[in-house]
């Protein structure tokens, strides 16, 4: 008979570093995107393509936003 896998708990700060770590990647991504768009419009003049980055920019930081109000929203 197998032994029991014991899951390892982690503390409020060690599940708040993992989480961190997590959200700085889409925190990232977002204004990279973001920078992309600017570069297209106004180094290049390509503005139909520079809208459509920006727009996925802007959706990238939105669910930032929502992942970080629905992890961390404050109890009262």
């Known amino acids: ?3 029991k ?3 390892k708990r982690l503390t409020q700060d060690q599940e708040f ?3 961190k770590l997590v959200l700085d990647k889409f ?8 920078g992309y ?3 297209l419009g106004t180094i290049q003049d390509n503005w139909g393509p ?6 996925s920019g802007v959706v990238i930081l ?5 992942l ?6 404050v109890l009262r």
């Open 68 to 73: 970080v109000i629905r992890e961390y929203e």
């Open 17 to 19: 570093q993992i989480m």
């Open 50 to 55: 520079a809208i459509a980055w920006g727009i």
């Open 5 to 7: 896998k014991i899951k």
């Open 27 to 34: 925190l990232w991504m977002g204004f990279i995107v973001l």
């Open 37 to 39: 768009a600017v570069f």
């Open 1 to 3: 008979m197998a032994a």
């Open 62 to 66: 939105v669910l930032f936003m929502m």
